[in-house]
């Protein structure tokens, strides 16, 4: 989808399953600044930014909550988001929307409801 994305339903499995998560296929073009060649990369640093992320985020609400931020480490390195990264899906950024979604729900200011439900939003 990142390099064709009119055409990609010709070449995957399930098109509405896989048109499901179309902003993490739209950052990697974007990233790779239309260079189709670079696009494995893009998807490749975007989930480990997206890892970065997560865990950065967990940990300052571990942190808030007077707990030690190193229990953010069990997500960060949870088997699950590390095949998620090997596998090159979406859920490692879909993960990290959801964990900035929280932080701003429990600590974000006056409009707090509005951001996080529109990080929530983008995991879609």
């Not at 902003?23 to 890892?51: H, K």
């Not at 729900?105 to 951001?115: A, D, E, P, R």
Request: glycine share 6%; charged share 10%.
């Amino acid at each position: 989808m990142a390099i064709d994305p009119i055409g990609a339903r010709y070449y995957t499995d399930y098109a509405g399953y896989r048109y499901a998560r179309v902003l993490y296929p739209l950052l990697a073009r974007i990233a790779a600044l239309g260079n189709t060649t670079m696009i494995p990369y893009t998807l490749l640093l975007i989930n480990l930014f997206s890892i970065a992320v997560g865990t950065f985020f967990i940990s300052r609400w571990l942190e808030k909550n007077k707990y030690s931020p190193w229990f953010a480490l069990v997500y960060g390195l949870f088997p699950g988001l590390t095949i998620a990264l090997q596998r090159d899906t979406a859920e490692p950024l879909a993960y990290a929307f959801i964990t900035i979604a929280m932080y701003i729900l429990y600590f974000g200011g006056k409009y707090k409801i509005v951001l996080s439900a529109l990080f929530f939003l983008l995991h879609i």
